[in-house]
């Protein structure tokens, strides 16, 4: 006889929790195609893109940005904003570090101007990283 026991508190907490963390990742996805099918639908000449997209993505993805910190503090345990926080000092840092010293070893004529995708891959990458080791050490 294999009856199925009702779940504990708990176990309820973290199916809730499981689920609102798939609802994160889906509208994430969700907001980040929208963002590179209407970049690539509006895209102009010479790496332009329309004005009235260039405000209509900022206005997106400020939202994204911080509607996913909201929702993300709700589904966040002590332990994952633990990483979350380092994770973000991580690349905060990388990025204080980087930007200073390229701008001016640029200004001194030694390298080129600094690239502002190339900082943010930088930074992005720091704070991944960052988050991934301290989430799976």
């Given amino acids: 006889m294999t009856g199925s026991k ?3 508190e708990g176990e309820r907490a973290e199916a809730v929790r499981k689920r609102r963390t798939a609802i ?3 509208a994430s996805m969700v907001v980040g195609v929208a963002m590179v099918v209407g970049t690539a639908i509006f895209k102009q000449g010479h790496g332009r893109i329309a004005p ?3 405000i209509a993505f900022v206005g997106l993805y400020l939202l ?3 509607g996913s910190w909201r929702f993300a503090c709700r ?3 002590e332990v994952e904003l633990r990483a979350n926080v380092g994770a973000l000092a991580t690349g ?10 390229w701008y001016f070893l640029w200004r001194g004529g030694l390298v080129p101007e600094p690239s502002h995708e190339a900082l943010f891959v930088i930074a ?3 704070t991944m990283s960052a988050y991934l080791w301290k989430r799976f050490r």
Avoid: H, K, Q
Wanted: proline share 7%; charged share 5%.
């Fill in 64 to 66: 994204a940005v911080f």
């Fill in 6 to 8: 009702p779940m504990g």
């Fill in 24 to 26: 994160l990742f889906a």
């Fill in 92 to 101: 905060g840092t990388a990025y204080a570090l980087v930007y200073p010293s």
């Fill in 52 to 54: 009235g997209w260039a």
């Fill in 75 to 77: 589904v966040s345990d």
């Fill in 124 to 126: 992005f990458v720091a």
